[in-house]
């Protein structure tokens, strides 16, 4: 790979900058199994003061962050509700199943958004032969549904159907802060409807790692046992802990940028033959779009423009994702907006 590619694949690609390196030097450390790492301690005490929750745990990665929520929440044999497009659902790796025997019913959302109406009927009866409904999972932004933001307004009516049936509520919120910054929600409302919230540092914050589950005390007291379980405990994690302290310093206002940066090369698809935006409207920093199969499939599209400079994920057989973060500039969004649309449009002439 060359320096003069842009790399719109993911906002996970990001690197430290030199602000957030420096932290991370300096970090005073100890070994957080044991809870003595004041970076730790300092990170999780902020995040549960910000989600309005009471605790909260630095984990390795948002899937186990994610997973070790699934566990807490239910038993072998148990169901959860979820948007058939969800990360833990597809993305996870056959998680709930394999880690804590559950079953996932899934439900075909609006671009990844459910409507409490969509879930009234999915409750299985209190029956031998059936398995117990106990979780909904919701996930803000929606990484499949286009990066869409929740309605808040779907999210507290889902919430008080669930309390009402006594099911948990969960949220992956990956690029909850790109929600936070788009609407000026803050971080306490949207947190307020879930029993348990997870949160990632290495996507639009751009740290090299980690996410965060805030909650309940006793329900994170728990999950530090299962965080242990599955190989997540970390010694001086401070290190790391330090990058999204200074992420949370640094780097959540300026994720309006990357909205912006989206907006551009938004425009440029629209303006292709052959391309067409899914969903119309980009609302942060995720474009998901369909190829047109006169021009080839996702994977021959994104190589072609992988040929030209600019780099993105072929994200199904005729759909593509781009993604604006930390590391392209608004000059680089213009560029590869002009690149995409004068190299795929020049195909569709000839086509």
């Not at 390196?21 to 300092?42: K, Q």
């Not at 072609?304 to 600019?310: A, H, M, N, T």
Request: proline share 4%; hydrophobic share 45%.
């Amino acid at each position: 790979m060359t320096h003069t590619l842009i790399d719109l694949r993911s906002d996970t690609v990001t690197r430290p900058t030199p602000g957030m390196r420096a932290a991370m030097a300096a970090a005073e450390v100890g070994d957080d199994v044991f809870g003595e790492d004041p970076s730790v301690n300092r990170l999780q005490e902020r995040l549960a003061n910000l989600l309005g929750k009471e605790a909260a745990l630095f984990v390795p990665s948002g899937t186990m962050s994610n997973q070790i929520a699934v566990k807490l929440h239910t038993q072998p044999g148990d169901e959860i509700l979820c948007e058939a497009g969800c990360h833990i659902y597809n993305y996870e790796a056959g998680g709930p199943a394999v880690l804590s025997g559950v079953m996932c019913r899934t439900i075909e959302g609006d671009h990844g958004i459910l409507d409490v109406s969509q879930l009234e009927d999915k409750i299985r009866p209190d029956n031998e032969h059936l398995v117990r409904t106990r979780l909904v999972c919701l996930e803000n932004t929606h990484n499949r549904g286009g990066g869409r933001i929740y309605p808040l307004e779907k999210i507290e009516a889902i919430s008080q159907w669930a309390r009402h049936h006594g099911l948990a509520m969960h949220l992956d919120g990956a690029r909850l802060w790109n929600a936070i910054v788009a609407t000026g929600i803050r971080a306490a409302t949207w947190a307020a409807s879930f029993d348990t919230v997870s949160v990632c540092f290495s996507k639009g914050l751009g740290t090299p790692l980690g996410s965060a589950l805030v909650g309940p005390l006793d329900l994170i007291q728990r999950a530090r046992r299962i965080r242990k379980l599955l190989g997540g405990g970390m010694r001086q994690a401070g290190v790391v802990a330090a990058a999204a302290l200074y992420a949370l310093e640094h780097h959540v206002e300026r994720l309006a940028d990357d909205h912006r940066h989206a907006q551009i090369l938004a425009q440029a698809i629209a303006a292709t033959p052959g391309l067409q935006l899914i969903p119309p409207e980009v609302e942060t920093n995720l474009i998901w779009f369909e190829v047109d199969p006169r021009l080839g499939n996702a994977t021959e599209v994104a190589l072609l423009l992988r040929s030209k400079g600019v780099l993105v994920h072929a994200a199904g057989p005729q759909m593509i994702r781009a993604c604006t973060h930390l590391d392209v500039s608004q000059a680089q969004a213009e560029q590869a907006a002009e690149i995409i649309h004068r190299t795929l449009h020049r195909v569709v002439a000839i086509v």
